[in-house]
């Protein structure tokens, strides 16, 4: 960034203005959805759209995509390049290159009556009056479509060309021009004076109500009617684009130099070897999420606040590569980089000239304060410096130049001594001299990771394969294996009550309790998104910050501590990585300290693209963000609907779809959503990042649909968009259809009686021959509908009546010679989910496959039976249930690798089984309860598994 020292000050600008270098950028061109890079004008619609009026027509971004309107019968433009979009009480208005005129509102276009040339901008007056500045046709006024005035150079006006058009406090209307500036009031034309023959491209009215006034040799305002130039020093730069933000600080889009912001800062530059995409900025737009949006030629820039500020190169490091950053007692922030050592004062960084005799920066990876203040350097090759006043006042190395010049830890104790961990093992320097502690313990002569000193004077060191404790002279290792198959220990973190110890290691993190020497694990499996923890960082606001190279985790020290008790399954997090300012998501192991709390309560840490720094007050402000969440579309059987209010949908609507989106453009692809259809489902369902919530097989009936939207560290927004619709009916799902039915069938029956006792009179003796013939009709019928009640229609199973006889004749005759009975109850897991996803039918598809494979596995001996909706049952006489489980077991496996595709491609389906034998005089009943009981337990236990009585009572 280049800043341009000028210092000035105002009432309105706040202390919350930070550099324009802190501010994250992102960038969208065509090949992100705009229809074309220039970008004309930008505006934002009292719903949350953002709109881009381009060459190829009109974008509306939603933070997730843009839809766009072009010329046709939507819209009624008569070409796709628009040049303006100006915002009034009821929604958008567009104009274009060949005098087009639409106006958004209510999701409808209606176009107006076009201009004869092209329109560079509109105002909407006091009155509701429409003000056109055109290019080459000078200024038209409107009254609905009628043109009610006119101003050219004929009317005072120095030319034909307006370029942009503004409305003060007074009602004047200021005209900006290709040569010059005036002001329109009663139908008079005034010259500025002043601008004469300048040209004038933007014109704003800021917040104290004053004009600032965008021309071709800087930046004038004008006080009522007298304009003069401000901030001289910009006088040579054409400015074309203005913008005040919520802070007063005032924007600049200039036509060759970049943007420019004037601030309680100064003025700042951003140009196109900032990261501008180019030099000429012609369209400048704050939104309501106060994110800063700029329009070029090139394409599409936003400047949004981030709760990380990072630091590099240009801003004053050594290198890029920071690996250890260390807080100072006098205030000062150290860090070192495999460039080199670098000193933060008075909030600026200052790279420090180390060169060694080699002739090279050192590349540090360990910092350390020591009991004088004096500052300790551990370096990658070249040993252990001592640094005082920003010189090396010594250092030591091996004569070799060996692996004992990588000092990757250093800790000082109140005596003066220091700890050094190096590649080689631990040494120990006191009194001017280097001792090794490999001789004391052979654990200590390994790669040391990590060193700390602890509340009660511990010494703990990170090893490979574990840590270790040093206490008064003795060695304690500390075995971290058995959890998880922990073994790397990056860094520590002691609490001050002394209690506790936190370790970063390589599965997670790991708390140790000094009460009772226990070590309690938190890893992926109790939450957390990450295994390798480098840091371990108190933020003093409950708070701990734990770096990795997926970025920064934010977790509860209390919930840590309920989850290491085992009060509490799982640990709730928050993740930071570029997305929210960060430097880069990759930040350092093995070097210390990789992160650190300043005494400011800022959270620095290093990483691999320069130094982050957090402040955890700060970033509050960025979790109470609201914004606005639309109902986009609504399709009925794939046919958009017309959003309304108490929309009723036809009967056989069996397809509904709605899509919607939360107008939060701040980190749009951290949205999360949650739906809920009232008179359908009976809680909450959360939906992620999906824009879309389908419903098919919807009953007729009243519902009203609900979305709600909130960034993934937010509580659920109480903004919410709703609908209610209506599904009608077929006249066969009305309950007076079927009453109808049924008094025209008793009707029909009454008659076909009356009927049948005139044929008897007449035919006694046909009647007696079919009577007999009947008779022995029914009895036959009355065998299959007998056979019939024993079996189920939809799987050629005995169902529940037919396991029931079967069950108490197995009883009987087990009675009779003492034999075993298993019995094994069957259900299909998430049955429900198949139901509601892929329709009942499937479900009844997937439940005569779960009936053929049972038939497939099973001996020709055992019994199946469906037992009713999802379940079955299986009787296995003269069966052991040791005997029983591979049965069972065969079975699982069999429905679980059944070949489904003919249902989806990704179709899986699974079974629990709960498996109990009889006993001496057990009855039917307690058989089955202990079967089922035992299959609630497998689905207790997570499905998809065999679990026995036996089992279960263990």
């Known amino acids: 960034m280049l800043l341009l020292g000028l210092c000035f000050t105002s009432c309105l600008l706040q202390a919350q203005t930070i550099p324009l270098s802190h501010y994250q950028q992102n960038y969208w061109t065509t090949l992100d959805g705009l229809p074309n890079n220039t970008i004309h004008a930008i505006n934002q619609t009292a719903e949350g759209y953002l709109w881009f009026a381009t060459w190829e027509g009109v974008a509306r971004y939603n933070g997730d995509q843009f839809r766009v309107f072009s010329r046709g019968e939507e819209t009624g433009l008569a070409d796709a390049a628009v040049r303006s979009l100006t915002i009034d009480g009821a929604g958008l208005w567009a104009t ?44 038209y006024v409107r009254q609905g479509e009628q043109t009610i005035a006119h101003f050219d150079i004929a009317s005072g006006l120095p030319s034909n060309d307006v370029y942009q058009l503004a409305q003060d406090a007074a009602g004047r209307i200021w005209a900006g021009t290709s040569l010059g500036l005036v002001w329109i009031s009663d139908n008079k034309v005034q010259l500025v004076p002043e601008l004469s023959g300048m040209q004038v491209s933007a014109l704003l009215l800021n917040q104290q109500e004053q004009l600032l006034i965008g021309t071709a040799s800087g930046l004038y305002q004008a006080e009522q009617t007298a304009v003069s130039q401000i901030y001289p020093e910009l006088t040579n730069n054409a400015i074309i684009s203005l913008l005040e933000d919520d802070q007063a600080n005032l924007w600049l889009g200039t036509r060759e130099h970049g943007l420019l912001r004037v601030s309680e800062l100064g003025i700042e530059q951003l140009t196109a070897a900032d990261g501008l995409q180019e030099q000429r900025v012609i369209s400048l737009f704050q939104d309501s999420e106060r994110s800063i949006w700029i329009g070029t030629h090139a394409g599409l820039m936003r400047l949004r606040n981030v709760p990380f500020v990072s ?27 495999s460039g080199g050592l670098s000193q933060r004062n008075d909030e600026q960084f200052n790279p420090l000239a180390l060169t060694m005799p080699d002739g090279l920066p050192p590349s540090i990876v360990s910092l350390a304060e020591g009991v004088n203040k004096e500052l300790w350097v551990g370096t990658f090759s070249h040993g252990l410096l001592r640094v005082e006043q920003g010189q090396v006042t010594r250092s030591y190395t091996t ?23 190096t590649a080689a093992g631990l040494l120990r320097l006191s009194n001017d001299l280097l001792a090794s502690y490999a001789d004391i313990d052979p654990l200590l002569s390994n790669f040391i990771l990590s060193l700390h000193r602890a509340v009660n004077g511990d010494i703990w060191v990170g090893l490979r394969h574990g840590a270790a404790i040093i206490r008064e002279g003795q060695v304690i290792p500390i075995d971290i294996s058995r959890h998880d198959g922990a073994a790397y220990v990056f860094g520590f973190y002691s609490e001050p009550n002394g209690d506790y110890v936190w370790l970063a290691t390589d599965v997670g993190l790991v708390r140790y309790r000094y009460g009772d020497q226990s070590l309690s694990l938190m890893g992926k499996e109790q939450g957390l998104p990450i295994d ?9 606001n409950g708070n701990l910050w734990l770096s990795s190279n ?3 985790t934010r977790i509860s020290l209390a919930a840590a501590h309920k ?23 990759q930040t350092h192991g093995s070097s210390n300290p990789g992160a650190m709390l300043g005494a400011d309560g800022q959270v620095w840490v290093a990483t691999a693209r320069g130094l982050t720094s957090m402040d955890p007050a700060r970033l509050a402000k960025f979790t109470h963000a609201n914004f606005p969440v639309i109902l986009e579309e609504l399709k009925v059987s794939g046919v958009t609907q017309a959003l309304q209010s108490d929309l009723v949908l036809p009967a056989g609507s069996n397809r509904v779809q709605f899509n919607y989106a939360g107008l939060g453009f701040v980190m749009a692809e951290r949205i999360q959503y949650r739906t809920l259809l009232e008179g359908f489902d009976e809680d909450w369902v959360l939906r992620g990042t999906q824009h879309s919530a389908e419903y098919t097989n919807l009953a007729p009936g009243d519902y009203v649909f609900r979305v709600a939207a909130a960034y993934s560290y937010q509580d659920w927004d109480e903004q919410e968009a709703r609908i209610a619709f209506t599904i009608l009916p077929f006249i066969w799902q009305l309950s007076f259809f079927w009453v109808i039915i049924a008094i025209l069938v008793i009707m029909s029956l009454w008659l076909l009686m009356r009927l049948r006792l005139q044929l008897l009179t007449f035919h006694a003796q046909e009647l007696t021959r079919q009577v007999s013939d009947k008779t022995q009709e029914l009895q036959l019928q009355a065998q299959a509908f007998e056979r019939q009640a024993r079996v189920d229609v939809l799987t050629g199973l005995p169902n529940r009546r037919g396991f029931d006889e079967g069950l108490a004749a197995a009883f009987a005759r087990a009675r009779r010679s003492a034999l075993p009975i298993t019995l094994v109850v069957i259900d299909i897991d998430h049955f ?30 055992d019994m199946p039976a469906r037992w009713g909706g999802e379940e079955f049952t299986l009787l296995l006489e003269n069966t052991k249930i040791n005997e029983a489980v591979p049965i069972c077991e065969r079975l699982r496996l069999a429905v679980m690798n ?9 179709f899986k389906l699974t079974i629990s089984l709960g498996v109990a034998q009889s006993s001496l005089n057990m009855e039917e009943h307690n058989l089955l309860a202990n079967a089922d009981l035992a299959l609630y337990q497998a689905k207790r236990q997570g499905r998809n598994r065999v679990m026995t009585f036996t089992d279960i009572n263990k």
Do not use: C
């Open 898 to 906: 059944y070949d489904y595709s003919d249902i989806d491609a990704n």
């Open 96 to 139: 274009g290159v060949k005098g087009d005129i639409s106006h958004y509102s209510d999701n409808q276009w209606t176009p107006q009556a076009n201009a004869s040339a092209m329109i560079n901008d509109v105002v909407v007056d006091n009155a509701g009056l429409l003000w056109l500045a055109t290019e080459g046709e000078g200024i």
């Open 399 to 421: 004569s070799e130049g060996g692996v004992e010049n990588e000092v990757r830890a250093i800790v000082a104790e109140p005596d003066g001594s220091l700890w050094v961990g």
């Open 832 to 861: 429900k989910l198949v139901n509601d996803t892929w329709s009942h039918g499937v479900g009844d598809q997937v439940i005569k496959i779960v009936a053929d494979i049972i038939r497939q596995e099973i001996r020709e001996v």
């Open 532 to 540: 390798k923890i480098f840091e371990v960082i108190n933020d003093n």
């Open 563 to 585: 989850v290491a008790d085992g009060l509490q399954e799982r640990l709730e997090f928050e993740q930071f990585n570029e997305r929210d300012g960060m430097a880069s998501s």
């Open 550 to 552: 997926l970025g920064m």
């Open 311 to 337: 630091f590099s190169e240009q801003d004053g490091l050594a290198s890029n590569y920071v690996r250890t950053v260390l807080a100072h007692s006098d205030g000062s922030l150290w860090v070192g980089s």
